[in-house]
């Protein structure tokens, strides 16, 4: 059987395929060193998408499963705490390991107790008071769309989420901002008796 030859159409098609191919490779790798930018929503930078309790882990958790969860190296480690600091940066998400900008970036904490995740304490620092405000409503809504109406107190509202075992995993949501001169909230994930 013989070969046809190759139309010349047909080479240029896939000439232009394969350049099409080489560029949108080297569009999804790096760009100057940073990551391909994709939006996500603030909501889901600070707290995940939804999956687990919070970000990629749930209270109970051991520390190998915390530090699997975090795409960067923890800013302090010791055997009953864990601790980041990240941009708060959601057109490149995954650039955690850039400097962080110090009016807009949280911090997370995970505590341990008998080497389970007890608490986890999320601190988010926002530049003015009403940033903060409206990023606690979006929050404030986000977690009354996921679990329910929660409990007002004085100065915080609490979720509770789910037994685990036999406690219950709460969520305590603040705005601290009048204390500190700048915005800020704060998240506690706990287990309360």
Avoid at 49 to 71: I, N, P, Y
Avoid at 101 to 113: E, K, P, Q
Avoid at 143 to 159: A, L, P, V
Wanted: hydrophobic share 35%.
């Amino acid at each position: 059987m013989k070969l046809q030859k190759i139309k010349p159409i047909y080479k240029l098609s896939f000439v232009a395929l394969t350049i099409f191919c080489i560029v949108l490779v080297s569009c999804r790798s790096k760009n100057n060193g940073k990551v391909t930018p994709y939006q996500i929503p603030l909501t889901q930078l600070l707290v995940g998408d939804g999956h687990q309790m919070f970000r990629k882990v749930t209270l109970g958790a051991d520390s190998k499963t915390v530090l699997a969860s975090e795409k960067k190296k923890p800013d302090e480690n010791d055997t009953n705490y864990i601790f980041y600091s990240l941009p708060m940066d959601t057109l490149y998400p995954d650039s955690v390991n850039e400097t962080v900008d110090t009016l807009n970036f949280y911090t997370v904490a995970y505590n341990f107790d008998q080497q389970k995740l007890n608490e986890i304490d999320e601190d988010v620092y926002v530049s003015t008071d009403s940033i903060a405000a409206s990023l606690q409503g979006r929050l404030s809504d986000y977690f009354t769309t996921k679990y329910g109406e929660g409990t007002k107190e004085s100065d915080h509202i609490i979720w509770k989420l789910k037994k685990i075992g036999s406690k219950t995993a709460k969520l305590s949501l603040s705005d601290e901002s009048e204390e500190y001169d700048y915005g800020k909230l704060s998240l506690v994930y706990y287990l309360e008796d």
